[in-house]
């Protein structure tokens, strides 16, 4: 079937190398942010996330960035392996204040495609 | 296992037909989505529900139905009124706490209408 990555911007990086992935967010007032990583005809898989309080999170091998003033989020993969060729999708959630109703949904960008070269 | 079911994973329907995709979860998640996803472009929101019996409208639920009786199921009927049905299908929940916005996704399901 037709990948998903197709007519995305795609990123080699060599095996072992660090990646880093770039995605800009256009709402000030969104104060939660997510990547996913997406395999070809798979679902997306949950990677890591961080909330607008803080600056900087880690999980295992991975590292999400958030710049608050340029609107901008990161994500950085340590020693990058065959296994992490995929499409990685970045979402935001706006807040809107106390809980309403649907302020759950989130808003995905396109994606980048990264393609680890053995 | 806990998690989310799309059946079935490729599914063929010749153009004016009806079809129904099949989404379930056992997370216990109030929360439900339909995304419909294009190549080289990103997730796009169709219906989605916070409550048993209660949705709401997407970005492009044009030509597209839901119902939600239960809350483990979130059924999508895309009818013959979608311009363009063929699209890979992605169902997700999630809580409607505070706690945690992350969307769980199931496997997908690839419509291909001709």
């Known amino acids: 079937g037709e990948s998903v990555g197709l007519h995305l911007p795609t990123l080699s990086v060599q095996e072992g190398d660090n990646s880093i992935i770039n995605c800009a967010y256009s709402n000030s007032a969104s104060d939660y942010f997510i990547w996913y990583k997406q395999e070809s005809g798979k679902g997306p898989q949950f990677i890591i996330d961080i909330r607008s309080n803080m600056d900087k999170r880690q999980g295992q091998r991975v590292t999400v960035l958030l710049n608050k003033t340029v609107k901008h989020l990161s994500l950085q993969i340590a020693a990058t392996q065959p296994g992490d060729s995929a499409v990685y999708f970045c979402a935001e959630r706006e807040s809107r204040g106390s809980f309403t109703y649907g302020n759950n949904r989130l808003a995905f960008g396109k994606g980048n495609q990264v393609v680890v070269i053995p | 296992d806990g998690g989310i079911t799309q059946s079935p994973k490729y599914l063929f329907r010749k153009e004016g037909q009806n079809v129904t995709l099949s989404c379930e979860q056992n997370?216990?998640?109030?929360?439900m989505y339909w995304y419909r996803q294009d190549p080289g472009q990103g997730l796009r929101l169709i219906y989605y529900?916070?409550?048993?019996?209660?949705?709401q409208k997407g970005d492009i639920a044009e030509g597209y139905s839901v119902s939600r009786e239960k809350k483990e199921s979130f059924p999508l009927t895309v009818t013959s009124a979608q311009k363009n049905p063929t699209a890979f299908y992605l169902c997700?929940?999630?809580?409607?706490?505070?706690?945690?916005?992350?969307?769980?996704f199931g496997p997908g399901t690839r419509l291909t209408v001709t």
């Open positions: 997370l216990n998640h109030d929360a």
């Open positions: 529900s916070q409550i048993v019996n209660d949705f």
């Open positions: 997700a929940s999630s809580e409607t706490s505070a706690s945690s916005y992350e969307q769980y």
